[in-house]
């Protein structure tokens, strides 16, 4: 205890939110830590979300929700090219498809009007048509919200993290939280990996955000689990929409949604299901049933055949209304019940904790230099001759490990020695894509093994799909020649 050195501010979690809040407080003289207990960041709710940037018209007036969503839609416009993040403002429509439908629209345009979402719209079901030709004839009309988005959420957790890095943060994963002590300067945070010494600490847990607040404070919230599942679908579906569609938002959340990925796929989904186990990732063929069907309400003639993964994800939804963002014991700070928009907002509540710590009479004396901009290589976006010039100079470009995506050992390479350096076969996908394409890996995935093992020097039996014990390999099997 006594060796223990003395850090500023201590993040625990890095999903979306922690990476941003890490991104935010390395601008500062601070000394941060952000911990997680799995290997890797964004690897539970922000690894499954559906990477939609929200406009901002669907949040309850008056809450914290409403004022964080349109400025969060904001700061991602600026941020996302300057760290080189997935990207694209496609606008959204919400669909209604009776007389209780329309007059919800009404009130959701009236929302957006008081929370000055810019371009919104009240349209007719003609001019829905116009824009998404393939939207159903049951359609009565449309809220289209031109600042809508999708985005990359896993890659924009990983930009945050990495510039993070480079401004002087450190991360440690593969570290869980097990109790907090109040200390006369600060906090003792007991991990699995020794004790951390902290003058703050910053609960980003996400959906274990309940437990790390009790252990410091009588608990006042509890997080509900809510699993979505989705289907993916292979590019040749992608371009079947180019708005997001939503449908009339109800008790069960947002709907159902279609969506074209930033990566050129087509996503479906989610569903909306309470869960007793924040681990519970499974999907079941009657809830999928239900996801398509209520799709196809939106889009009838979606092509299910096209689909080449199911996948779910649980989100971090408390037993409240709003995002439970606040000081709630001194100098300890609760980024907690983040549900959607939760992706969109989290640059925005980044800054709200800034605002708190100032607030609390934290010093934040701006860095005299700060790192702010990042760039990544990717070889399938190059020209020819952009291409040739690279592999003249790193051959590892010239040789392709994922066919689908056009992947090269070179980018896989360059995520080895990167800030965050990739661990896993779904770590190394999150970073430059290999097993995203329609194979979903069938090719790539001995290539990309045999790259970590040899990176990492550690046996290919070893290494692990995705969380520990996720073992892809279990044995050798010769064969007879």
Known sequence: MENMQMIDALIIGCGVVGTAAAYELSRYNLSVVAVDRLNDIAGETTRANSGIVHAGFDPVPGS??????????????????????????????????????????????????????????????????????????????????????????????????????????????????????????????????????????????????????????????????????????????????????????????????????THGNLLIGPSSEDVDCCENTDTDAETLRFVVDKARHSVPNINMRECIRNFSGVRAAADTDDFIIREADKHFYDLAGIKSPGLTAAPAIAEELISMMDASGIELTPKDVFIDERRTIRFKNLSNEERAELIKKNPAYGRIVCRCESVTEGEILDAFNSPLPPTTLDAVKRRCYPGMGRCQSGFCAPKTIALIAKRFNIDPLDVEKDRHGSFILTGEKGRDL
């Open 64 to 261: 914290v929700i409403s004022k964080l969503n349109v400025r969060g839609n904001e700061l991602l416009n600026k941020l996302c090219p300057k760290l080189d993040v997935p990207y694209i403002q496609n606008g959204s429509l919400v669909l209604g498809f009776d007389d209780t439908d329309k007059n919800t629209l009404k009130e959701l345009y009236h929302r957006g009007i008081e929370y000055n979402v810019p371009g919104i719209d009240l349209i007719s079901a003609d001019k829905a048509r116009e824009l998404e030709p393939n939207l159903s004839d049951e359609v009565v009309g449309a809220l289209y919200a031109p600042s809508g988005g999708i985005i990359g959420p896993w890659e924009l957790a990983v930009a945050l993290g990495e510039t993070a890095i480079k401004n002087g943060v450190k991360f440690s994963l593969n570290t869980e939280v097990v109790g907090i002590n109040r200390t006369e300067n600060g906090y003792i945070v007991k991990t699995t990996k020794g004790d951390f010494e902290t003058r703050t600490v910053v609960n980003a847990a996400g959906l274990h955000s309940d437990v790390v607040h009790g252990f410091v404070k009588e608990p006042d919230f509890k997080i509900l689990p809510k699993r979505g599942q989705y289907y993916l679908l292979d590019k040749s579906a992608g371009e079947i929409v180019s708005h997001t569609i939503f449908q009339c938002p109800n008790k069960l959340g947002k709907g159902v949604l279609v969506t074209p990925t």
